[in-house]
């Protein structure tokens, strides 16, 4: 057969994934590689692990990560805190409609370079030889650090209504910072030894515990209107969606009339339980920070791509699952909430020091309060082991291509046994464990949570701000892709997190009234890394780092080289391009540095 025909036939073949390899330049063995493993060589990286995720797994995995039932648990002090039960339901539906935006935008990205890299490696290649290493830089780091602090965040949160219903069952114990630091070590602890396990065990226990996640949700909708005890069981309308006489108020309308809480305590006719003395547009939308923590688990499914059979579009399948139920379930929840509350202030003030404890407290039985609140503990323990085996995944990922410096080389080794990425796993718990000191610190564990939303919001928009703005209709789509709405997408998910910014660094009190205890340090905790991480770029990094890696053979056919193409994803033995080759000795070269 002539090499014009093989050619020809090559070509015939829809692209399925990006390429870091130039024209005529391909991985070797591609005809004994399974259509996975083809699609990871064309990204430029040898399969390492065991691709023992489905499509449903790798939800599972996700589901888990989001957690519903304990994020909205964990952050109902930023939610109802900030702007009231309007946060529940118009704050919800208002915010949500942009982070579906951000996980569509993202699955595409997804489908294209499905890869535990993820959002990383997708900087770095459409970002282009010049400017990708520091796409990727920013990208990877701000990522890892969301990373960092997802499971001491859930574990913290986990920790606090374990101990709130030791509260409940003998009034007179009060729970005390040390005792809190010490119970989250242990399940930050336990969490560390399951994520070390084999791949299969772990994709068994997130199986079990979506499930579980997913059951406790559905139980909990269904006891909190029928066994609430309040009188009357559901608040009216005005005040579950803080909108007297039904009129639709935009946020417009908000920053254009400020409302203090104390001229709130005055007048209860707006029903807006307002806990800021910023103006009422801008509380809402501090309260979204609850929002936006809570729907950021998605992006897992990414990073657990390279362990997922049929990755290109199970991927992002699992992505657009993961936030469009999420985005439904956790709005009934949140309604429930809202048209069910009593009383704010004495939600967000008990002794319990757990806002969702308390709130159980206030409308259910005792024992039917302590039966939710159980469930909610055991779908939080499930939602930290998720956020820690995505965090190894992306550390390991980073150090893959030695982003961490001298200490990517322990980092990067998958363990023999289990074929996981053990020593990422410790890392990330140790430094974990480090930033759980912040509890001694007052509201300065608040920070952790910021940092969660910020840093991820900021990892999630930085490739699909390059893709929508710089590459346009030259980006390499997918089998997955979102067609004409690709751009409308990405400049939505965009404009929505470049205005919440600057909006989660907001301290909960301005001028006289802000002081050192009350003040929002997310800009210190996150600032101040990512400040050293650019100034080690541009002193040093920069000389190294040259963005991802290629770490399996490769050779081309030929020499003219031009662009990033796209690879067959199932390839088969008649198309095997290396044998087509009309010389197996032209320029055979292992683990270089693509152009990207």
Known sequence: MSMERKDSRRESHTPAVTTVFQEDDVPDHLAEMS???????????????????????????????????????????????????????????????????????????????PTSGGLYYAAAVLAGPKYGPFAAWIT?????????????????????????????????????????????????????????????????????????????????????????????KFQPNDVAWGIQNGVCLTIILFLSRPYTLPRAREDMSLFMYLMTDWPD????????????????????????????????????????????????????????????????????NSDLGQPWAAYLIQILPQNVALAVLAMTIVCAFSMGQGCMVAASRVCFAYARDDCFGIVSRPLKKVNPYTLTPVNAVW???????????????????????????????????????IKTVFVGNKFRRG???????SVPSGVAACSFVLVMLPILCFPSTRGEDLTLEGMNWTV?????????????????AHKWFKGPKINIEHHMLHQNLIGVEGIDATPSKETDVERGSVDKSLSKTPSKTPSL
């Open 281 to 348: 547009g801008i509380a809402v939308l501090m309260s979204f920070l609850s929002i936006i923590w809570t729907m950021s688990g998605y992006d897992a499914s990414f990073h657990l791509s390279e362990e997922c059979s049929n990755a290109s579009i199970a991927t992002p399948r699992s992505i657009v699952m993961t936030a469009g139920s999420g985005s439904i379930l956790g709005f009934v929840l949140n309604t429930l909430i809202a048209y069910t509350m009593t009383d704010v202030s004495e939600v967000m």
């Open 35 to 113: 259509a996975d493993e083809a699609a990871l060589a064309a990204l430029g990286y040898k399969q390492e692990f065991k691709r023992e995720f489905s499509a449903w797994t790798t939800f599972a995995v996700s589901f888990a990560v989001m957690g519903l039932l304990p994020s909205i648990a964990t952050t109902m002090t930023y939610g109802l805190g900030y702007a009231g039960p309007a946060a529940n339901t118009w704050g919800w539906l208002l915010s949500v409609v942009f982070i579906l935006c951000v996980a569509a935008s993202m699955a595409e990205l997804a489908s294209s370079m």
């Open 140 to 232: 990877g780091w701000s990522n890892w650090l969301v990373q960092v602090t997802g499971a001491p965040s859930v574990d913290y949160g986990c920790a606090a209504m374990i101990l709130a219903a030791a509260s409940i069952t003998h009034p007179d114990y009060i729970p005390t910072d040390y005792q809190t630091f010490l119970l989250t070590v242990f399940i930050m602890v336990l969490h560390g030894c399951i994520s070390s396990m084999p791949t299969l065990w772990i994709a068994n226990f997130n199986s079990v515990g979506t499930v579980i996640n997913i059951l406790c949700l559905l139980i909990t909708i269904i006891i909190i209107p029928a066994a609430a005890m309040n009188v009357p």
């Open 524 to 540: 210190l905790v996150y600032g101040a890394p990512m400040l050293l991480v650019v100034i080690w770029f541009f002193v040093d």
């Open 479 to 485: 089998p997955w892709h979102l067609g004409v709405f």
């Open 427 to 465: 890392f990330n718990t140790t430094i974990g464990l480090l930033l759980l000191l912040l509890i001694f610190g007052g509201t300065a564990i608040s920070a952790i949570f910021s940092i969660g939303a910020i840093a991820a919001y900021v990892a999630f928009t930085t490739p699909i701000f």
